[in-house]
């Protein structure tokens, strides 16, 4: 009967060697299973210790499906994903190592393959899952990373990571809910300005040669709409780009500088200031913000983790200076013994309501599910907000190109009138 030298792993992801005898490399991967291992690499011994060329190598296999390009990023989606299948294989009673490992053979090729592929060497290697996590900040954030180590001390992985994939879940449905809003306002606009922007570039030049043929005097609007559309077609003295070049690539414009001012910390927070401010997107962006904190302070809390450091995690993901900043001063009162509510009340950036149910969860001590609570409320009033501001949108979007459109017919008739009147003048002497 064949012999097999076989690399395995057992239940702590320790790696054992060994031989086995069996009928053929199925038969002893089989076997080597029912011992309660994993095995990684199985190969048929020859006479003089060569192995047998075509001998099953579930190693290589594996290494040579770990071949995987790493470009580009991992998207929420698909860590959300992951994080729900481990959370299942967690709880069917896999071994954490076999885990990892199914899940990375089932990933396509890309960097969570490959990242996945790293994590599975470093837990082989002795390293705590939460360890391997953080070697890649980029994919696992810092609230992903201290869940996993407080589910790891807790003995509770399986409950973690399910608390992990249904956090991020909630939160791509909040994400999602406000882009599926806004995208049909930002179409709307956009075929718009091409529109006025088309009809500056092509028609308002064509009205232009009519009116210098009759030699009318014309309105100081018309004059106004004939010197923008010089400008957008580019026919101004010593203007070298079209102003329909500008049109076009301003929202590129306003988005990378956006993104250049908050690169600094006074420009973040001054524009995070500004937009609290705004009517109407500033009350929907402080909702979706304390929706947003409340359910990760309350998930870390949930999960075990120390309140202080929970609310430095929080504080530093919420995106928000305005949150930041209020969060900084609840931290240091908890860290003096004071409550979590007086500082949050004092910087007035969340309702009474919300001060008060944290009031009564420190009282209670069920801080964890009253947050939670806060934020399934406030992510119906997130939705509640997105549906006004759809509604305030819709007639002020009408109004604004009513009017842009009436601007340019009241410009274009009332030399013809005058034209008209002049004609008509002309014929009666």
Request: with cysteine.
């Amino acid at each position: 009967m064949p012999t097999f030298s076989y690399v395995a792993a057992n239940s702590a992801g320790s790696t054992q060697k060994g031989t086995i005898e069996a009928v053929s490399g199925e038969a002893a991967v089989q076997k080597i299973k029912s011992q309660g291992l994993f095995p990684t690499s199985v190969l048929e011994q020859r006479k003089g210790g060569e192995k047998k060329k075509g001998a099953k190598n579930l190693d290589k296999k594996k290494k040579k499906n770990g071949l995987s390009l790493s470009f580009g990023g991992v998207s929420t989606k698909m860590l959300t994903t992951f994080t729900r299948q481990m959370s299942t294989l967690q709880d069917a009673g896999l071994p954490l190592l076999r885990s990892l490992q199914i899940l990375e053979d089932q990933q396509k090729p890309g960097k969570l393959k490959t990242v996945l592929g790293e994590v599975c060497e470093s837990v082989s290697g002795g390293s705590t899952l939460s360890d391997a996590f953080a070697q890649h900040p980029k994919v696992f954030e810092t609230l992903y990373v201290k869940m996993v180590a407080a589910g790891e001390i807790g003995g509770v992985l399986d409950v973690i990571m399910q608390r992990l994939a249904e956090f991020m879940e909630k939160g791509q449905r909040l994400k999602r809910r406000i882009i599926g809003a806004m995208i049909y306002p930002a179409v709307v606009i956009s075929i718009a300005v091409a529109i006025v922007t088309g009809i500056m570039y092509f028609v308002i030049p064509k009205f232009q040669e009519i009116f210098n043929d009759f030699d009318v005097a014309l309105p100081a609007l018309t004059v106004w709409l004939i010197d923008a559309s010089k400008w957008v077609a580019g026919q101004n003295p010593g203007q070298k780009v079209p102003g329909a070049i500008w049109v076009m690539c301003s929202p590129f414009i306003v988005f990378f500088g956006m993104k250049l001012i908050r690169k600094t910390s006074f420009g973040r927070a001054a524009t995070d200031v500004i937009r609290t401010k705004i009517p109407v997107i500033g009350v929907l962006i402080k909702k979706t913000a304390i929706a947003r904190f409340t359910r990760t302070l309350g998930t870390l809390v949930a999960a075990g983790v120390p309140i202080l450091e929970a609310i430095l995690i929080t504080r530093d993901t919420s995106g928000n200076y305005v949150f930041e900043k209020a969060l900084t001063k609840v931290h240091d009162s908890v860290r003096e013994g004071e409550s979590f509510s007086k500082p949050l009340r004092d910087s007035k950036v969340c309702d009474a309501l919300v001060v008060n149910m944290i009031d009564v969860g420190e009282e209670t001590g069920d801080l964890d599910a009253m947050l939670m609570k806060i934020a399934d409320n406030y992510e119906e009033e997130v939705d509640v907000a997105v549906a006004s501001l759809l509604s305030l949108l819709e007639p002020f979007m009408v109004v604004i190109l009513g009017g842009i459109v009436g601007t340019i017919v009241l410009a274009l008739f009332l030399p013809l009138v005058a034209m008209i009147e002049s004609v008509s003048g002309g014929g009666g002497k």
